[in-house]
């Protein structure tokens, strides 16, 4: 045993004991090991302890790599999966290193600015308005499947340049590539789903590079890298990664907070009254207590010394932004919500170059949703025992089901296909996919 | 001490708001991060060195005479 690996530490996070312990096992390797090696998954490093996923993920970007070397081209580094995914594909920017991966973001930037998204609220107001009126009537919802799976999913075709009925495409398969386990029966159904999204989304690039219309997709296909456009396979790893950036993580976060604001009424009471002055620290302090993207992978790129320890080019590395988010040095009472947190320097949308590009964006649409259902199901109450979330926490702390009665209430408008079909004609005649930039819209 | 934030290279990553929340403000149109006031708060230096060292695209200038 090398004495670099002398803190050790049984990490499998992909254990549904692993979530169970969730805050034990995080305690323990703060106060043991905030970094450890781990044996599991081929030999791994974990950042447990805030500091150290700090150190590693903001400041060591010449150390550290998101590279997924999917050709061998390179050093056969494996990205941001611990295991490597048995799928192969590079998962977009995500797994590239700057500067390839900055000129991504930069195209993408303006599309995802603050003010490119406060163009949109109006569309998001009426989905989540159609969302809730399908259900108004009943007085029975589940928030997963009928509000916080559609809104960000609708939202994120919009943003694309993608026809907005076509989120349904989408839908499952994006949310079930993530929860369901490699030994499911349901697992073929799941692959050909994925199949048929992967089909529509090649589609989608080919009709948009054929008939430009404004959206990430055109954004991808206007992109040059020293003089050189993208192979369509890079492309569509970056589309792939904004679908899956843009569904499921943002469902975990509502799913999770209206269960949580269930199960405390007088806190939802306050929250509903206080919410011009509380909602926006209420909503950081979802992001940091749920943390969707529980963390990522790296590879270290160079032999180097972090934080006291000292690492070898080509070990792996894991970076926890679900613990870093418990650490008791940063967060007084980690385990607690406060709705008023203040200075929550929260690790929720990750650190560094690779941060969440749609940070803004899960913002807004969380705010949104969890707005529209305080004023419209103020008495909801969630059913225990017909909630399920993911069985695993292992890439994101999801949730599948969560149904809930409150007392019905009118309808507000038309239901949800109606509403699509008018905000398409919103989005087409007011070019809202276009992006934004301290100058006002580039066409 | 002065500070300095190039607009070109700023990539909205939000470290500097984070490590020195008093000095940094974040834009409402693009996100990214200027500082309040170019002549840094009394007491506030070793903040802001230290954002400027958390900052991944190297965007941000200290010095006596910069900007």
Redesign the interface.
Known sequence: MSDRKKNRYHFDRHTPQYRHDFEEVTREMQERCPIAWSDTHGGHWVAAGNREVFELA??S?GVISNDHDVTGERRGYQGISIPAPTRAGKGGFLEMDPPEQ?HY??AL??YL???AVARWIPVVDDVVRACIDEKIEEGRIDFVEDLANIVPAVLTMAMMGIPLRNWDIYNEPAHAVIYTPPNSPDLARVGRLHEEMRRDLAGQLAEIKANPRPGLVNALLNLEIDGERPSDEDLLGSLHLLIGGGFDTTTALTAHAIEWLGENPAERERLSRERDTLLDSATEEFVRYYTPVVGGGRTFSADCEVVGTRFEEGERLWLSWAMANRDPSVFPDPDEIDLARE?N?HTGFG???H?CIGS?VARTVFKRMIVQVLDRMPDYVCEPEGTVHYETVGVINGMRFLPATFTPGPRLGPGLDETLESLQRTCDEQRLADP???RGTKP | MKVRVDQGRC?????CA?VA?QVFE???????ASPVDENVPAGREAEVREAA??C??RAISVGKDAP
């Open positions: 903001a400041r970007a900055r973001r930069q930037n303006p600015s603050p003010a200075g320097r650190l560094g170059v941060r803004n934004v930039t301290r | 990539q909205g990553h939000t470290l984070m929340p974040l834009d409402d149109v693009d996100g990214h060292r958390s991944p695209e």
